[in-house]
């Protein structure tokens, strides 16, 4: 008679067993080594991951806007030239009569030592040129209108040309001194020239 009964064996059969599934469990799979390399070698250095952010604003680029231009109009200084200003825009709102057509043109004044001695520091370009030659034509006027039918007003930075037919409110792109300037009257052609002296920053250097 054997002094191991079949329970015994069987329960030693079950504790081997239990110990071969456990030494299985901590076996180390081939495929789950870490594998190493050059850049290891030394402290490991931790990247901080980058918080996702939740709030949509921090996505929006602000807008930029470009800085509003100075306003070439002049301002009124006493009450006469504000109720002379309200006067004339009240007007131009009211006005029925059609707006001519015009053209603006530049022209220097050259002497013999710009042509060949070149003695000044004038060129070719607007920037040399001391008037501005404004034409105001008047097709459908009358054969007989004269000088005496055209009112004009000429300001630092404006001209306003009123005829019959026509009336203009025209801002000029340069300041001019309207005290030095003239205008003429072509009647053939119906058209009324102005020669206006411009005065500009940096004429003292161009001229």
Known sequence: ???????????????????????????????DVPKFGPG?????????????????????????????????????????EWESQQQEEAQALLETRRQPEYRISYRQTVATEDIYLQMNCKTPSTASCENMIVEVLFPEE????????????????????????YYLNLVLPHKIDPDKG??????????????LRMVRDLDFVNF
């Open 1 to 31: 008679m054997s002094l191991l009964g079949s329970e015994n064996i069987k329960l030693l059969q079950k504790l081997f067993k239990a110990e071969d599934d456990a030494s299985s469990d901590e076996e180390i799979v081939p495929g």
């Open 40 to 80: 290891d070698i030394g402290d490991a250095v931790v990247k901080p991951r980058k918080k996702t952010s939740t709030d949509g604003s921090e996505h929006v680029k602000p807008c930029s806007y470009a800085p509003l231009e100075a306003s070439t109009e002049t301002q009124p200084k006493t009450i006469e």
């Open 142 to 165: 009358d054969a007989s209108i004269g000088v005496h039918h055209i009112e004009l007003s000429v300001k630092p930075q404006c001209v306003i040309v009123e005829t019959p037919k």
């Open 182 to 195: 003239n205008a003429a009257w072509r009647s053939d052609q119906k058209t009324l020239q102005l020669t």
